[in-house]
């Protein structure tokens, strides 16, 4: 019954800004807390594999692909069940359709849940 609701995408020129943000809903992870599930942000791009871009511990430790070191900044708001990406400098090969989910990727009836994710689009 958990759900994923991603927000805040849209199109913006080489060198702009956009911040994510992602609704998790249902009570818990089979029980676990939100508070304690690693959470990530993963993209897929036209014609390419679905990637890991950042990802962020119960902790709070980090760690983001070589890609968006330095350009992107992921959050997390224990208290609202959010997390969030801070995208900035951003590159025509950020365009993606972006997703917010656990590490490693939730399960539900069977089978890998993902939310319907957020367009981020780049123009040159």
């Known amino acids: 019954q958990v759900q994923?609701?991603?927000?805040?995408?849209g199109?913006?020129?080489a060198g702009g800004t956009l911040r994510l943000s992602c609704a998790?809903?249902?009570?818990?992870f089979s029980g676990i807390a939100f508070r304690l599930k690693t959470m990530a942000w993963y993209r897929q791009a036209p014609?390419?594999?679905?990637?890991l871009v950042a990802s962020i511990t119960s902790a709070r430790t980090t760690n983001y692909a070589d890609s968006v070191k330095a350009r992107f900044t992921i959050?997390?708001?224990n208290a609202k069940n959010t997390v969030s990406l801070q995208m900035n400098n951003l590159k025509p090969e950020d365009t993606a359709?972006?997703?917010c989910n656990t590490v490693p990727v939730w399960v539900q009836s069977g089978?890998?849940?993902w939310g319907q994710g957020?367009?981020?689009t780049v123009s040159s």
């Open 4 to 9: 994923l609701v991603e927000s805040g995408g």
């Open 11 to 13: 199109l913006v020129q």
């Open 24 to 28: 998790v809903s249902g009570i818990a």
């Open 47 to 51: 014609g390419k594999q679905r990637d």
């Open 75 to 77: 959050s997390r708001d």
């Open 97 to 99: 359709v972006y997703y």
């Open 111 to 113: 089978r890998f849940h």
């Open 118 to 120: 957020t367009q981020v």
